[in-house]
């Protein structure tokens, strides 16, 4: 498994992005993938999980509401879509595959390097 995150950018508050992982090795059908984001000076945070087909999902209570992961394993990928984003979500954010969707980053064996997502107030 070799997963490569993208989509980062500069957006204003309240604007939208949507994140991407793909698995550039092999399929990752049967794992789950979860987000996770760290911004400058803290620590590591779960943002969201899904399962490996997509019927189990699990969110931060601080991005509930606004942000939606889902996986098209016809093509590797998960996303994170981010709806009304704020200045707090500012961080690199993280995709990692695991075989369930926990919010635990511990949990998780492979790991991408991150996106940067800045939101501007």
């Known amino acids: 498994v070799q997963l490569q995150a993208s989509g980062g950018g500069l957006v204003q508050a309240g604007g939208s992005l949507r994140l991407a992982c793909i698995n550039s090795?092999?399929?990752?059908?049967?794992?789950?993938v979860g987000w996770f984001r760290q911004a400058p000076g803290k620590d590591r945070e779960f943002v969201a999980a899904?399962?490996?087909?997509?019927?189990?999902?699990l969110y931060a209570d601080s991005v509930k509401g606004r942000f939606t992961i889902s996986r098209d394993n016809a093509k590797n990928t998960v996303y994170l879509q981010m709806n009304n984003l704020k200045f707090e979500d500012t961080a690199d954010y993280y995709c990692?595959?695991?075989?369930?969707?926990?919010?635990?980053?511990?949990?998780?064996?492979?790991w991408g390097q991150g996106t940067l997502v800045t939101v501007s107030s």
């Open positions: 090795r092999r399929t990752f059908s049967n794992n789950a």
């Open positions: 899904i399962g490996w087909n997509g019927g189990n999902t």
């Open positions: 990692a595959a695991n075989r369930r969707p926990v919010p635990s980053s511990s949990e998780y064996i492979y």
